[in-house]
């Protein structure tokens, strides 16, 4: 049902064509909208924020459609 996760702001803004800095505003309401989570990953052990697209895109297109923005 959903496809390879991403990590990282840069990639979510890509994606969305909204800016690093538009995205971390609303960290707060893309976490505990569950969008995105935060996970430990390589060597030395580093923090990094992970989503899934297809998620991602299904909120974005619910937001829309209930006229709110994103």
Do not use: C, H
Request: net charge positive.
């Amino acid at each position: 049902m959903t496809d390879q996760m991403e990590y990282g702001w840069k990639e979510m803004a890509r994606l969305t064509g909204l800016s690093v800095r538009s995205l971390y505003r609303r960290k707060q309401q893309l976490q505990q909208d569950g969008i995105i989570g935060y996970q430990t990953v390589g060597k030395p052990p580093v923090r990094k924020m992970r989503f899934f697209p297809d998620v991602l895109k299904a909120y974005i297109t619910r937001k829309n459609i209930n006229g709110e923005n994103f």
